[in-house]
C-alpha cells in the first residue's frame, strides 16, 4: 500500500484510537508487558498514547514516533493533560533513525502489522537499544488453530485494505528471525495475541 495512503487510513482512524486509549483498552495485557519499562525509552508507533498511563512518569523519558500527524495530535493532547514530558518525533518508523545504542527500553505495541518490513524495523531496535536494552513487544498475528489461520490468510487483503495492517504474520517467526534475544512469550486469544519480552 501506498505510504501516504497508510498516514490518511490512520490519520481518519485516530479518533477511534484515541477512543479506545481512554477507554484503556486492550489494558490488561499493556500493564501486563510493560512492568519495568524505565529510563531512555523509545515507543514506535505511539498512536493516540494508549500506554502513556502505564509509564512512571518520574522514571520514563520517553520518545514518541508516529507517521499520522492526527494521532501525534491526540498522543500530544493526552500527555499534556498528564503533564507527561514527551519528546515526540513525526516519521515514518521504517525510515526513522537514531544512533546506535540510544535507548535503554523500546517498546511497540500492535505495530509490526504495518510494516513493509518488519524485520528490518526489528534489526533497527536492535541496534537502537543499549547492549542488553529491552524490547517490549504487544502484537498480534497467526493463531494456532488451523482454521483460524486459514480465515486470516482469507481476509488478509480485506484487512490491509480496510485497517492498514496484516492479519496474516508469523509474529514469533519474525521476531526470532530479528537479532532480538526472546526471553518470554505469552499468547492470548487462540494465540493471535502475542506479548514478548526480549533484549537487543
Known sequence: MNKQKLIKKFDKQSAKYEESTRKRMLGVW??????????????????????????DMDKVRLTAADFSPM????????AEEMHFQVHFIECDIEALDFPEHSFDCVVSTLSLCGYEDPEMVLRNISKWCKPGGRVFLLEHGLGKNPLLKSAQRLLNPVARKMSGCHWDRNIEQIVQRSELKIERIERYWNGMVHLIWARS
Open 30 to 55: 499493556r500493564n501486563r508487558l510493560l512492568q519495568g519499562v524505565q529510563g531512555d525509552v523509545l515507543e514506535i508507533a505511539v498512536g493516540a498514547g494508549a500506554n502513556f498511563h502505564i509509564y
Open 71 to 78: 494521532m501525534l495530535q491526540r498522543a500530544r493532547r493526552l
